[in-house]
Nanobody, 125 residues
Framework: QVQLVESGGGSVQAGGSLRLSCVAS????????MGWFRQAPGKEREFVAA????????NYADSVKGRFTISRDNAKSTVYLQMNSLKPEDTAAYYC??????????????????WGQGTQVTVSS
């Protein structure tokens, strides 16, 4: 079982930037895809971005494409989410997720086996 700890959330004005980090422990980080999801109050948890085990391939939700960048540092067992040009509709709790099967990159919740506790991002207009 992998443990995930997110950090970097906060409150910013529209147009600002934040960088989320997620440190993993408990299994071989470099073998698995990683992802970020978010959940706003009263809404379902939704996919934001995913990155494959090596960092050579990424996927993004249409709503964040061109503004958010996912990356990873396998030597530090850490995945990042750089969020630029933030909008009020980006306000949500952001969750880091670890892939379920080595080498497989998914974009739905069922593709991920472990979740962090979440970090809150609030964007004001």
């Amino acid at each position: 079982q992998v443990q995930l700890v997110e950090s970097g959330g906060g409150s910013v004005q529209a147009g600002g930037s934040l960088r989320l980090s997620c440190v993993a422990s408990g299994r071989t980080f470099s073998r698995y895809a990683m992802g970020w999801f978010r959940q706003a109050p009263g809404k379902e948890r939704e996919f934001v971005a995913a990155i494959n085990w090596s960092g050579s391939s990424t996927n993004y939700a249409d709503s964040v494409k061109g503004r958010f960048t996912i990356s990873r540092d396998n030597a530090k067992s850490t995945v990042y989410l750089q969020m630029n040009s933030l909008k009020p509709e980006d306000t949500a709790a952001y969750y880091c997720a670890a892939g379920k099967v080595p080498g497989v990159t998914g974009i739905v919740k069922a593709d991920f086996a472990s979740w962090g506790q979440g970090t809150q991002v609030t964007v004001s207009s």
